[in-house]
């Protein structure tokens, strides 16, 4: 199967230089915040370690989620030009990994996919 690859077309720096990472079944909670990408969440973790998650990656009961697969929420700082591999995509974001071997979330808008 070939692989996807994406071009940076916008400069993206990430806001959050301590993600959340959890494993399948751990809890957070939910907290009420305005999301700019539709799909995600904010939570936060028993740690108290606070981040998005998307809502396709929890179960929600109340005010509490658990995961239903693993989620690492690093956002990679990307500059124009360079090209990535796209492993994941959701709601607004593709999760990708660089030539060094860096993974993480950018933002699709930031980013074009390459035939």
Known sequence: MKKKICKVVADYKT?????????KNEEVRIE????????????????????WI???YIDIQGNIA?????????ELTVTVGEEL????QE?????????????GWVPLKNVQLLE
């Open 15 to 23: 806001p959050f230089p301590d993600p959340l990472k959890l494993q």
């Open 66 to 74: 658990k995961l239903i697969r693993n989620y690492d929420a690093t």
């Open 91 to 103: 709601s607004g974001w593709i999760w990708v990994s660089s030539k060094e071997g860096r993974r």
């Open 85 to 88: 591999v796209v492993e994941d």
């Open 32 to 51: 009420e915040k305005e999301s700019e990408s539709p799909g995600w969440i904010w939570c936060i973790s028993k740690e108290g370690k606070e981040g």
């Open 54 to 56: 998307p809502y396709n």
